[in-house]
């Protein structure tokens, strides 16, 4: 139960992240209008997130495959 806290924390933390990014990238993009701004910067964060959670899925699953594969050897 303990490790489900820490992942409902660590979505509550990329959330309000995801939000100050989104704010930022909709500041900085100051030519187009703040609500586009704003959506193409969530989808950065999306773009970062998604890739970084994915790595770490192949990390693991490489990690876990090699361990299997040296105690079938």
């Known amino acids: 139960m303990e490790k489900l806290w820490k992942f409902v924390l660590a979505g509550i933390a990329a959330a ?3 939000m100050f990014v ?3 990238i909709g500041n ?3 030519g187009m209008d703040y609500g586009s701004a704003t959506v193409l910067g969530i989808c950065l964060y999306l773009c970062v997130v998604i890739v ?3 790595g770490m899925i192949l ?3 490489e990690k876990n495959a090699g361990s299997n594969q040296s ?3």
């Open 28 to 30: 900085l993009f100051n």
């Open 71 to 73: 105690r079938n050897d």
């Open 22 to 24: 989104s704010s930022w």
């Open 59 to 61: 990390l693991k699953l």
């Open 52 to 54: 970084t959670c994915t």
């Open 16 to 18: 309000i992240g995801g």
